[in-house]
Every structure is written in C-alpha cells, then in structure tokens.
C-alpha cells in the first residue's frame, strides 16, 4: 500500500464488512469478511468474477446501505448522510442523468442550491468550470439525448467530481464505451485524479483498465465475497503500455482471478 500522507492511519477502512441480501425468507451472504485499506490519494482497483458483489461493495463504502456487520470509516470516521453528501462521490454504471434537464442543470442538481443571488452566480461558475474540464465546454444548454454515451459518461464524471469529493467510488466506468472512447475517458479520469488527489476505488471487469490506472489490484472471490489477494503497481503509467513487466502483472492478476472463481 503506497501512503500520499506520511501515515500509516489509512484514509478509507472496510473492517470486517459482511453483507446478505433477503428474500424474506432466505438470506443470501454476498459479502463475508471483507477487509481493505485504502490510503489517501491511492487509486485502487477492485476485480472479481461476475456477481461477486462488487457494486454492492461501492454502495456499502458510499453510505448507500448499510453492511450487516463490520465498520466502513472515511477519515477515522463512520460514513453518514452529511458525510456522503459533502465528502463522497459514487460514478454509476449508468450515467443517470435526468432527461429532460440540461447538462447544466443536471450538474447543478448535485450541488442542491437555491435560486438567485451571488451563491447561484459562483456555482453556475463552478459548473461551467468543470464542464470545461471534462471537454465539453459548449454543450451545457444541451440535453442528454443529444450527446454520446461517451459525452454522456463525461457529464456524469463532471457531476461526481463538482463537490472535490475526499473519496471517488467508480463502478464500471467504461462498460459501455467502445475502445476509442474508453481510452479518451480513461485518460481524463487519471488526469482529473491526478489534479484533485481523491482517494479512489474502482470496480471493474477489465484487467487492462486495472492495470492502466491503478495503484493497487485488490483480487474478490465469487460469492460470497471476500479478498482473494492483491497486486501491486510500481510502474509509472505513463510506461504500463509498453513495459515488458505489464504482461507477467496482467498474467498474475488473471490466474489469481481464475483461482478466486473456483
């Protein structure tokens, strides 16, 4: 685990997290045991076969339910509504953003303000900020039906990072992207990180965009879930494409995904 902050107190904690879904008669354990520390500013990837739990694990870590056990602490404290709200922000698979609002006025939502005055103003500003951040600096009068899934994925990007959350959770962000577009988004999550230092977790399915991005690969088992192992990344990333060493790390990410199957 790399530490940004000189401290071996880690930033985000799952201490012995377990989780079961109930069909009211039957409970069904998703997550058993679950354990991980994530340092502040480290990007960690999270790998693990189909239906493991991955996205229920990023709802837990968001505050979005609850675990039925075990302890879920950002900063050295338990997550709650005002903490998730200002503190925490969650980039779904889908990019739900409101159709019949702009893209202005889907960003604004997540910032709950009020109508009129200079408080407006400032964060019609911020909103205009972000979007040129994030490329698309003349389409914030446009509705979603008019943009590409990419665009589309980029405005819900710019609505997670507009609060400068202390925790970024990424689930699945380029499930849907054809591979021109996922390399553009990829490039622009790593720049946007790299600029706010958010300690970032994210769940995939591809070792590739694991291994371009991350600091860490933390391996899942299947269901239910615990930690199967982790790998680290000392390459810089600007050289992961070409260095020889990728493919003997995406070899050993893949053999101990195909062994947590089993």
């Known amino acids: 685990m790399n530490s940004t902050n000189g401290s071996d107190t880690p930033k985000f904690l799952l201490d012995s997290v377990r989780f079961s879904y109930s069909d009211g008669n039957v409970d069904m354990p998703v997550l058993a045991n679950i354990n991980l520390s994530v340092d502040a500013g480290e990007f960690v990837s999270l790998i693990g076969p189909s239906g493991c739990g991955k996205t229920t694990l990023l709802k837990i870590s968001s505050g979005l339910i609850s675990p039925d056990s075990g302890k879920v602490l950002f900063s050295g404290n338990f997550i709650d509504i005002a903490r998730r709200k200002k503190s925490i922000a969650l980039l779904p698979q889908d990019d739900s953003l409101l159709p ?27 909103v205009q900020n972000i979007l040129d951040l994030v490329g698309l600096t003349e389409f914030g009068n446009h509705f979603p039906v008019q943009l590409s899934g990419g665009m589309r994925q980029r405005v819900a990007l710019a609505r997670s990072l507009i ?72 390459i810089p990333r600007s050289k992961r494409i070409v260095d020889s060493e990728v493919a003997n790390i995406r070899s050993k990410v893949r053999s101990m995904l195909i062994e947590a199957s089993l």
């Open 100 to 126: 019949w609002k702009s893209i202005v006025e889907n960003i604004r939502l997540s910032l709950r303000i009020g109508p009129g005055g200079r408080r407006c103003e400032e964060e019609l500003e911020k």
């Open 163 to 234: 609060h400068e959350p202390g925790l970024l959770l990424l689930d699945e962000p380029f499930s849907h992207l054809d591979e021109v577009t996922k390399d553009s988004m990829r490039n622009l999550v790593i720049r946007m990180w790299e600029g706010m230092g958010a300690t970032t977790v994210m769940v995939t399915h591809s070792i590739d965009d694991a291994i371009a991005m991350s600091d860490r690969i933390v391996i899942m088992t299947k269901r239910p879930a615990s930690v199967a192992g982790e790998v680290e990344l000392n």
